[in-house]
């Protein structure tokens, strides 16, 4: 009888915590309405958008390094990358994936430079930076991109994905 007990207490337990997991993991991908990427995932903030899935979003940054220079985010709204479900952290990566050939063969470029910082905006993002060369994500980004220009931008990119 006491090992019943046990075995009783133990699956409870972990039936509670379980139940206390998912709720944090709802409160954590809650949106949070001061947050400009929300915004934009909701359509109620300017974007130059890409591309999007389910659970992924993909714009233009406002201040690019690189023509071309993505942000990748999550629909949902976390605040750090490494307190992602590992689920959620595997797919941001598997998209970012996706979307590289696109994006390079659109602005060819040798390479996609990431960046995750996370500071400016309290909402994950990755940063796709095309790059030509060496040290290109060490220079500041850019604030005077017309939007004819980040029209044009997001066009060939849009174009690119289409094909891909």
């Not at 490494?82 to 590289?100: C, G, N, P, W």
């Amino acid at each position: 009888m006491n090992e019943l007990s046990r075995r009783t207490f133990l699956i409870a337990g972990g039936l509670g915590l379980a139940a206390v997991n998912e709720l944090l993991a709802q409160t954590s991908s809650a949106t949070n309405a001061d947050c400009i990427f929300c915004k934009i995932i909701a359509g109620t903030a300017p974007s130059y958008k890409l591309w999007e899935d389910k659970d992924f979003f993909a714009f233009l940054d406002n201040k690019p390094i690189m023509t071309g220079h993505t942000l990748v985010v999550p629909k949902n709204h976390h605040s750090y990358l490494f307190e992602m479900s590992k689920h959620d952290y595997q797919a941001i990566f598997e998209r970012v994936r996706r979307l590289e050939p696109p994006l390079r063969s659109a602005m060819q470029a040798k390479r996609i430079g990431l960046i995750v910082e996370g500071f400016g905006v309290d909402h994950v993002h990755i940063h796709m930076v095309p790059l030509t060369g060496r040290g290109q994500l060490l220079e500041k980004g850019r604030s005077d991109v017309t939007p004819e220009e980040f029209k044009s931008v997001a066009d060939k990119i849009k174009a690119s994905l289409a094909r891909k």
